[in-house]
């Protein structure tokens, strides 16, 4: 028998069975919800298959302590969604869980202070980045091991030829004719995007992350930066991120703001992301200042 759980904005629909809770669906237009430990006495232990299902409003969700399993597409196409948390330990997962769940970028540790702050972006990225459900492993997420199978995800994705999938995509007919998904180009200035996404996720969440491979992804940022043959680290950073000034910060440490390009990046930034350029600005007179403090020393 189902019973309701009401909620800010909305009711959760839930059942009891042998001294336990399962939640069965949501209704409502909560963006952030906490799932409560325990109902009516009994402790809350399962969300059921397709329970959040095509949710368009939750942005995060908080999942209860005593957490043993998660159904089939339990969270699918919640295309808001952005943070979980639930305990680090032993889950049973359902199919497809968080599928088509594009801005899915943490899913934290409830158990608040345990591990690295770059672990919940490491687990949310092996979903949406690596396509690698096989790391959803909650009782080894930051572990040596679990960290190695990650990077060895990462640099099976960075070797992969840019053009890597298209013949098969177009075989099976999984785009519509005429699309610019068909044309060639399109489909690997896509493809390198991606590397450049996952390149820039694993610097800038660098635990365990080793030196050989971090100097590659930071090459491979640097080839496609303003001024090369293809520019999609500035054009991740710009269309993506455009306010956002961790990730300019991290482009000025990565090297990818020079004499040459600046320029050419003010253009590109026109009469938008003022404070960014206004950031941008501030760096190239450092770069200027450093530059003409050298010159005094020679003759």
């Not at 028998?1 to 042998?18: D, F, H, K, V």
Request: net charge negative.
């Amino acid at each position: 028998m189902n019973r309701n759980y009401e909620t800010e904005q909305g009711s959760l629909s839930y059942e009891i069975a042998g001294g336990t809770v399962a939640v069965t669906g949501y209704s409502g237009r909560d963006t952030e919800l906490e799932i409560p430990d325990e109902m009516e006495g009994c402790p809350v232990v399962w969300m059921g298959k397709k329970a959040f299902l095509s949710n368009k409003m939750l942005r995060k969700i908080i999942l209860p302590k005593n957490l043993v399993g998660i159904g089939d597409w339990a969270f699918a196409y919640c295309g808001k969604l952005e943070s979980v948390a639930l305990p680090y330990r032993q889950v049973e997962m359902g199919q497809g869980v968080f599928k088509e769940c594009g801005r899915l970028v943490r899913i934290e540790n409830r158990n608040d202070g345990e591990g690295s702050r770059d672990l919940p972006w490491l687990l949310a990225a092996a979903v949406n980045h690596l396509d690698a459900f096989y790391l959803f492993d909650l009782e080894n997420v930051g572990t040596q091991s679990w960290l190695a199978r990650w990077d060895a995800r990462a640099k099976t994705l960075m070797s992969l030829e840019d053009s890597d999938g298209f013949s098969k995509m177009l075989l099976c007919g999984e785009e519509d004719y005429g699309s610019r998904e068909n044309d060639l180009g399109y489909y690997m200035e896509q493809k390198r995007r991606g590397k450049v996404r996952l390149a820039m996720l694993r610097l800038m969440h660098d635990y365990g992350l080793g030196e050989a491979f971090a100097r590659s992804l930071k090459e491979y940022l640097l080839s496609h930066i303003k001024g090369c043959e293809t520019e999609e680290t500035w054009r991740v950073v710009l269309e993506e991120h455009g306010d956002d000034k961790s990730y300019y910060e991290f482009l000025t440490e990565l090297g990818g703001v020079t004499e040459e390009n600046f320029t050419d990046l003010m253009e590109d930034m026109g009469q938008q992301h003022t404070e960014m350029k206004a950031y941008l600005m501030r760096y190239h007179d450092s770069l200027r200042g450093e530059k003409d403090a050298f010159s005094q020393f020679c003759l």
